[in-house]
Antibody, heavy 119, light 110 residues
Framework: EVQLEESGGRVVRPGGSLRLSCAASGFIFDDHGLNWVRQVPGKGLEWISF????????AYADSVKGRFTISRDTAKNSLYLQMNSLRAEDTALYYC????????????WGQGTMVTVSS | QSALTQPPSASGSPGQSVTISCTGTNSDVGGYDFVSWYQQHPGKAPKLLIYEVSKRPSGVPDRFSGSKSGNTASLTVSGLQAEDEADYYCSSLVSSTNYVFGTGTKVTVL
């Protein structure tokens, strides 16, 4: 079964750091670009970061550029999001989402991990 | 990058059709045929319904259809069913590596 499973979300103080993980299974990890998408509870989806199949290309939304870093580890079939200088407005449910093979739609999603930035 | 504009809500009776618009700019919706649509039920992850404007992944009923004209994409749900009550989001490629989502539309089945 094709699956993505996020972990690492917790309560963190403003200005703090956190690393999210996303474990992939059931598909050839290296074939796909991967993304992080977040959603404030009760609000809409926000794309925040992309990494291509081999990690050679990354992209970020302006809202997180310079503070967040996306990476991937083929040996562990895992995607990561290093989040620094966290702000209250980063509080959200963070999803990892797989990019279609040869496409630009998010065809597989995890269930999300909740990050709360609060003092 | 600003979110694509969707109406906050839409509704229809069972069996009817509802169409949701998704308006962007020449830099996103109008510039690429890479518009996708997602359905999200409460407490669940989004699910891909439509990709590349009008293509359906396997398993998605043909009641769901997509189209695009200029800077506006549309999702039509025909033959509304109770289980179609959910939030719907559009998304578009913005550049070779960046994406943007729509503001979301809550569909109510009356």
């Amino acid at each position: 079964e094709v699956q993505l499973e996020e972990s690492g979300g917790r309560v963190v103080r403003p200005g703090g750091s956190l690393r999210l993980s996303c474990a992939a299974s059931g598909f050839i990890f290296d074939d796909h670009g991967l993304n992080w998408v977040r959603q404030v509870p009760g609000k809409g989806l926000e794309w925040i970061s992309f990494i291509n199949w081999n990690g050679g290309s990354t992209a970020y939304a302006d809202s997180v550029k310079g503070r967040f870093t996306i990476s991937r580890d083929t040996a562990k079939n895992s995607l990561y999001l290093q989040m620094n200088s966290l702000r209250a407005e980063d509080t959200a449910l963070y999803y990892c989402a797989r990019l279609q093979l040869l496409g630009d739609a998010f065809d597989v999603w995890g269930q999300g991990t909740m990050v709360t930035v609060s003092s | 990058q600003s979110a694509l504009t969707q109406p906050p809500s839409a509704s229809g009776s069972p069996g009817q059709s509802v169409t949701i618009s998704c308006t962007g700019t020449n830099s996103d919706v109008g510039g690429y045929d890479f518009v996708s649509w997602y359905q999200q039920h409460p407490g669940k992850a989004p699910k891909l319904l439509i990709y590349e404007v009008s293509k359906r992944p396997s398993g998605v009923p043909d009641r769901f259809s997509g189209s695009k004209s200029g800077n506006t994409a549309s999702l039509t749900v025909s033959g509304l069913q109770a289980e179609d009550e959910a939030d719907y989001y559009c998304s578009s490629l913005v550049s070779s590596t960046n994406y943007v989502f729509g503001t979301g539309t809550k569909v109510t089945v009356l």
